[in-house]
């Protein structure tokens, strides 16, 4: 009996990521570009206690929103990327290696004013040593590149089954942005996910879910309390989520403030916790054998997650699958990406 369901259980996932191909979903975010320098300690330096990495190898991964839309395209998915890029070579860099995944990049707005956003790791017998990272900052909501992003939505939204904001806090998703992009999706019925950002937690009213982590969970409270005003209080007293209890209640108490459908929580090793409006909290295990780097794990579980919903499959079957996603990521080094043959391996082994 419980083989028999299980197997009924992978077919219908199967059935789920069958149906990812031809789906199209934009992806709204902070476009960034991660370089990897790889090498060996050959010793410490003779001019400051530090290691001296002597480099074997170096090769860049799309990141942020980019790593989003790959993780899509990878599956199957039609993919439209919207966000900013500096007019530098990384820029290009970035150019080409989405062309060459045939992600749109129409809604790509070139800045002259910022660098794009590069996220520099030196790597030694697979430890990180340091993290360099360039970019600027700034709050872009009252700039014109701004109105031509709210105006490429307006236009587009109907052609969308799904819309990703993929927030990193870079300066692209602000609350002018926000609230047209929200609005507009709502309206439209469109279903509409945020990997979320602490200072913006409270602009994600109404959406179809937020997947957060513990960390930026924690965050959010501290933020929202601090800027709550009288006729909306979030009601919890804990912003340190140690047990099930604090987590539950941190998750339904967001759930109910921000008025959402769902709310995915990752818990890193220990999986994650699903939350919907009028149903009782799930918890699920992770699926990671084993875990080699985190890198761009929150990317693929919005975009998986966010894919399956476009697939007709319930928030739980969506979080479920995602889940085994993420948990093939983590076994890789750096942001990338899940494949539909992994994936359905990933499934098929839990039949075992």
């Known amino acids: ?38 090498g060996q300690v050959a010793k410490i ?87 360099l990272d360039r970019e600027k900052i700034e709050d872009f909501g009252h700039d014109q590149l701004n109105q031509t ?10 052609s969308f089954d799904a819309v990703i904001i993929s927030d990193y806090g870079k300066g692209v998703i602000n609350p002018i942005l926000l609230s047209n992009v929200c609005s507009l999706a709502i309206e439209k019925r469109k279903i509409l996910t945020v990997d979320p950002k602490v200072e913006h937690f409270a602009y994600y009213n109404g959406v179809t879910a937020i997947t957060p982590n513990r960390k930026e969970t924690e965050n959010a409270i501290r933020n929202i ?4 005003n009288a006729g909306n209080k979030l009601r919890i007293n804990v912003d340190q989520l140690k047990t099930d209890s604090d987590i539950n209640l941190a998750g339904e108490s967001l759930l109910k403030f921000l008025h959402l459908e769902s709310l995915l929580l990752t818990l890193g090793e220990q999986g994650m916790r699903l939350f919907e409006k009028g149903k009782k909290p799930i918890h699920i295990n992770t699926r990671a054998q084993e875990v080699f780097d985190v890198t761009g794990a ?36 750096g942001a990338v990406t899940v494949s539909k043959s ?8 839990t039949q075992r």
């Open 1 to 38: 009996m419980v083989n028999r369901s299980m197997s009924n259980k992978i077919k219908l996932f199967q059935d789920i990521i069958a149906n990812f191909a031809g789906k199209k979903i934009l992806v709204i975010g902070d476009v960034l570009l991660d370089q990897y320098i790889l």
């Open 149 to 158: 992003m709210i105006d490429f939505v307006s236009k587009q939204i109907n």
């Open 45 to 131: 330096s003779a001019e400051a206690p530090v290691p001296v990495v002597l480099q074997e190898q170096s090769f860049y991964t799309l990141g942020g929103a980019a790593n989003v839309a790959n993780n899509l395209q990878s599956l199957g998915a039609k993919v439209s990327l919207m966000g900013k890029i500096g007019d530098d070579p990384e820029g290009k860099i970035i150019l080409r290696d989405l062309k060459a995944r045939q992600i749109k990049t129409d809604g790509i707005m070139i800045d002259k004013r910022i660098p794009t956003s590069v996220k520099t790791r030196i790597i030694a017998q697979q430890q990180q040593i340091v993290r």
């Open 225 to 228: 309390k601090i800027k709550q």
């Open 342 to 349: 992994e994936l359905l391996s990933a499934l098929n082994l």
């Open 298 to 333: 929150g990317d693929t579980v919005i975009a998986v997650f966010t894919l399956c919903l476009t697939a007709n499959a319930s928030k739980l079957q969506a979080a479920e699958i995602a889940n085994h996603a993420a948990g093939i990521v983590v076994g890789k080094m």
